[in-house]
């Protein structure tokens, strides 16, 4: 089971080590840690809204070739 997802029980943990190309994602958010460097609390926390409820991020980072993006190690996926 996914580091970040300990006390969920999907099928789709697997994607906590992938990363999700999405062409209609609004924002890049990352949860394996393992991925990023420079984790830091963000300027601004990013208020999500999605058919599954709303999350307030607030911490960013870098992820090597794509610049800055949001981490929360609860999500289920890495999405790009």
Request: hydrophobic share 40%; glycine share 6%.
């Amino acid at each position: 089971m996914a580091q970040g997802n300990s006390d969920k029980n999907y099928d789709f943990d697997h994607l906590y080590d992938c990363l999700v190309l999405d062409s209609g994602a609004t924002h890049l958010i990352i949860a394996n840690e393992k991925l990023l460097v420079r984790i830091t609390a963000a300027e601004v926390p990013n208020r999500m809204s999605t058919n599954a409820g709303e999350k307030a991020i607030a911490m960013e980072t870098q992820l090597l070739g794509a610049g800055t993006v949001y981490h929360d190690v609860s999500c289920i996926a890495n999405a790009l």
